[in-house]
């Protein structure tokens, strides 16, 4: 015989000595370098950052894209090419962030105080999509359904990309999965219907035209027709099908995980209208800011690497952009020692 049991009771994710996600030390922002207010680059910890917007841009931030370190294990390196003397190609590397944890414990911790830190920045119709992989998707649902609430849980998209194939005893892994939250479930968020392109089989029967479902008195669907207007297309699953960034594609940085700006550009155009601020706290390659400047949305990114702020840069500068830098500031740390890249 099953137990009933009450349909509020909450679930939660334990372990040893979990701590709940801890309030980020204050903190405030000093000016690096003076660029449009429309994007923001800052230089430093990204809790510490998330802490000093809260005085600014709190209720203001429509689409949060987070996507942390993937608990490798290792230290992730960017590659450079570059042509010698002779023409011969040229590969170097160097450190770019460390993924390196004591456990998954200090792991999950760690991006649940970021998730904590970004939900009070969302406007009540924003939106917070954490980008993971499988390994540990299952407990990051848990944990945004308790910073979150169940009720604000709104997709799990996967997407799907094709790679190198992997020397494994198992399927090959070609999936990431975003775990997509609504800041208030009573409010409706903000979503912008998007489209995937009609099957052949559909437009050998019905052409480009939209459907139009006939039905009998019943309410049972007799037949369909067509109108005249013109159909937009097949309204897009969660499941996404988008290439990964190549080693020769032209917009790669070197800069290691970098995502495809064709996945930001979906989550950008689906969740936000133009305008709206973009925020991303692990800005890495700087992918979300140029994909939001090239769609009219403003944007914010913090990262603690000199190097991926000056990749950020350099790709606002390409669309024309002159960026406003900034650094954190806390209470308990001396001013980080500035690249001279930074302040040209």
Known sequence: M?????????VTLTWANRRPPCSP???????????????????GDNLAGLSALEDTVAGDVTLAYLDPPFFTGRVHERVERSRDLRGNLVRSTRPAFDDRWAGLAEYLEDVSDRIAAVRRLLAPHGSLVLHVDPKTSHYFKVICDEIFGPDCFASEIVWRYRRWPAKTA????????????????RVPSRFNPQYEPLAQSTLATWGTKKQRAVVGEDGRRLRSSTTEDASPGVPMGDVWEIGIVAPVAKERTGYPTQKPAALLKRLVEGLTDPREIVLDPYLGSGTTAAVACELGRRSIGIDKNEESIEIARG?????????????VLTES???????????A
């Open 25 to 43: 030390p204050p903190a405030d922002l000093g000016i690096i370098r003076r660029g449009t207010a429309d994007h923001l680059l800052i230089l």
């Open 2 to 10: 099953r137990t009933a049991f009450p349909a509020t009771l909450p």
């Open 170 to 185: 198992n399927f090959q892994r070609v999936h990431d999965v975003l775990l997509r939250y609504c800041k208030d479930a």
């Open 315 to 327: 790709r606002l500068n390409a669309l024309g952009v002159r960026p406003m830098l900034k650094q």
């Open 333 to 343: 740390s001396a001013a980080v020692a500035l690249d001279r890249a930074l302040l």
